[in-house]
């Protein structure tokens, strides 16, 4: 069974950082890519960032970039977002998702962790 | 950037009815490979959302047959046969074409009457 458990969310202060995980099973991590998707409090799902299989491409939106940054460790088959410069409107639950190729590119996310909820306040 | 517009933004249906979203993009889905990359998917109350309908019209794995979807190019629609009180929840429809930015329409919320 696939299964996606992410952690690390919690309450900051504007300009803070916070760096989320996802540890996964039930796949072979290495071979897909994968991506993190938020959803502000009431509001609909926005793409954030996302990583090839290798690692070595990475991929965000504009609203993110330059302050959020992802990451593998094919080891722990554990997915992270470091998130920095944290925002009020980044406020959000933030899902990790498993793209269904491994090479970033056209597909859909097959299967999304439970999320976790990230609140940037002062 | 493309734009994904779907309607209504809400319906109430009653057990047993038929329902109906409408998902039209800013452009076309359609890849030079001949797949379109238009994906529904459906939130349950309080869960994370989860794959219904992949490239247009097949089904991931453990959808009931009483969802279908179809369209092309701009224009698609996601169909229940038969609306379940399980169906309800918020369903979105979502572009992989136009990257790097995957864009999901802005949900379309199901009750049941």
């Known amino acids: 069974e696939v299964q996606l458990l992410e952690s690390g969310g919690g309450l900051v202060q504007p300009g803070e950082s916070l760096r989320l995980s996802c540890a996964v099973s039930?796949?072979?991590?290495?071979?897909?890519?994968m991506s993190w998707v938020r959803q502000a409090p009431g509001k609909g799902l926005e793409w954030v960032s996302a990583?090839?299989?290798?690692?070595?491409?990475?991929y965000y939106a504009d609203s993110v970039k330059g302050r959020f940054t992802i990451s593998r460790d094919d080891s722990k088959s554990t997915l992270y977002l470091q998130m920095n410069s944290l925002r009020a409107e980044d406020t959000a639950v933030y899902y990790c998702?498993?793209?269904?190729?491994?090479?970033?590119?056209?597909?859909?996310?097959?299967?999304w962790g439970q999320g976790t909820l990230v609140t940037v306040s002062s | 950037e493309i734009v994904m517009t779907q309607t209504p933004l809400s319906l109430s249906v009653t057990p047993g009815q038929p329902a109906s979203i409408s998902c039209k993009s800013s452009?076309?889905?359609?890849?030079?490979?001949?797949?379109?990359?238009l994906y529904w998917y459906l939130q349950k109350p309080g869960q994370s959302p989860q794959l219904l309908i992949y490239e247009v019209s097949n089904r991931f794995s453990g959808v009931p047959d009483r969802f279908s979807g179809s369209g092309s190019g701009t224009d698609f629609t996601l169909k229940i046969s038969r609306v379940e009180a399980e169906d309800v929840g918020v369903y979105y429809c979502?572009?992989?074409?136009?990257?790097?930015?995957?864009?999901f329409g802005q949900g379309t919320k199901l009750e049941i009457k």
């Open positions: 452009q076309s889905l359609l890849h030079s490979n001949g797949k379109t990359y």
């Open positions: 998702a498993k793209l269904e190729r491994y090479s970033y590119g056209p597909t859909q996310f097959d299967y």
């Open positions: 979502m572009q992989s074409i136009h990257l790097p930015f995957y864009t």
């Open positions: 039930g796949f072979t991590f290495s071979n897909y890519a």
């Open positions: 990583i090839s299989g290798s690692g070595v491409s990475t």
